[in-house]
């Protein structure tokens, strides 16, 4: 069986990899992965019923037991429309925590490596080009600095009409980071392969050319994309 393309885009919270997955995702026809919208079903999953985020023995079973639905850009936990609730910061958080399970991290691979399918995909998350898809040709490494993602994170709530607090987002985000980074599975860490592109001072289109040029560079099949 042909190889199927993979791009990794892994970082931090706030770096812009969701943003740049999907347009990257689009311009090459490709399938894509939001791996951070897997843990967080998990950790909402958890909250809702009550259990320890940080206990194995209850949130793997969540994680391997989940029912969701994906349709018309919707994603569905047990039938409840959950698309905007997994998006606060609080659903962010709970998912960090459930994330640093090993046991639930093991329930949630095989899922994650079924989005390999033609003509390719671009998976976006913080271990996906380390452990997910260590073979992937195009791996990048979003990073901005703490500050200015929580900016951006500001902008995209007040947009929404969610009122939030400047100094409270950048707290949130360095404890997040804090976590993903140093937990013991799979810690947020660039692959040894990966290009680190710094987007603190790019805006989106040069960070989606960018990677499509990186892209381009391993797998010449897509530059007529
Ligand atoms: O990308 P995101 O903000 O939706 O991710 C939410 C949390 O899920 C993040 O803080 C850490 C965890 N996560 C992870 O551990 N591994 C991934 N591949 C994706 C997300």
Not at 36 to 44: D, E, F, I, S, V
Not at 79 to 87: H, K, P, Q, T
Not at 152 to 165: A, S
Not at 180 to 200: C, G, K, M, Y
Request: charge should be negative.
């Amino acid at each position: 069986m042909a190889e199927i393309p993979i791009l990794t885009i892994d970082g931090p919270s706030g770096s812009g990899k969701g943003t740049v997955a999907a347009r990257v995702a689009e311009v090459l026809g490709w399938h894509l992965l939001d791996s951070g919208a897997l843990y967080r079903l998990t950790g909402y999953a958890a909250h809702k019923a009550g259990v320890d985020l940080a206990d194995p023995a209850a949130v793997a079973p969540t994680a391997r037991n989940l029912q969701v639905n994906f349709g018309d850009g919707k994603i569905f936990l047990d039938g409840e429309d959950v698309s905007l609730a997994i998006r606060t910061e609080t659903a962010g958080n709970n998912a960090s925590k459930v994330a640093a399970v090993p046991e639930v991290r093991a329930a949630l691979l095989d899922w994650q490596r079924d989005y390999a399918k033609a003509a390719g995909l671009v998976a976006d998350g913080r271990d996906m080009g380390t452990v997910v898809f260590p073979r992937a040709k195009a791996k990048i490494f979003l990073d901005a600095s703490a500050e200015e993602r929580a900016r951006r994170r500001y902008k995209q709530l007040k947009d929404k009409g969610i009122d939030v607090n400047l100094s409270g987002l950048i707290a949130e985000i360095e404890e997040r980071d804090h976590r993903d980074r140093n937990r013991s599975v799979a810690p947020l860490v660039p692959a040894e392969d990966a290009l680190v592109i710094d987007s603190t001072d790019m805006n989106v289109d040069t960070v989606v050319e960018r990677v499509l040029q990186a892209v381009h560079e391993v797998y010449p099949e897509t530059r007529t994309a």
